[in-house]
């Protein structure tokens, strides 16, 4: 759970293929976005095109150091 206007991130290993499981409560639309994400993943629409969901879904990339490299907790 995270708290309201809380910054976060997530993303796979490199190499690796990841599922996800997005809950949203209350109910918040925002699957159009994630629908941008799987059509660009399938090379059915450009990278470019994100940008417009981004600002319809107020869902933006973090511009934080490699959280990869981050030990987990």
Same mark, same amino acid.
């Given at each position: +759970? %995270? @708290? @309201? &206007? %809380?910054?976060?991130?997530? /993303?796979?290993? !490199?190499?690796?293929? $990841?599922? +996800?499981?997005?809950? %949203? &409560? @209350?109910?918040? !639309?925002?699957? /159009?976005?994630? #629908?941008? %994400? $799987?059509?660009? *993943?399938?090379?059915? $629409? #450009?990278?470019? *095109?994100? /940008?417009? !969901?981004?600002?319809?879904?107020?869902?933006?990339? #973090? &511009?934080? @150091?490699?959280?990869? *490299?981050?030990? $987990?907790?």
């Amino acid at each position: +759970m %995270l @708290p @309201p &206007n %809380l910054p976060h991130v997530f /993303g796979g290993a !490199e190499d690796t293929v $990841a599922d +996800m499981v997005v809950v %949203l &409560n @209350p109910g918040v !639309e925002r699957c /159009g976005y994630f #629908e941008q %994400l $799987a059509a660009i *993943s399938r090379g059915e $629409a #450009e990278f470019t *095109s994100l /940008g417009a !969901e981004q600002d319809r879904y107020d869902v933006y990339f #973090e &511009n934080i @150091p490699d959280w990869r *490299s981050t030990p $987990a907790r």
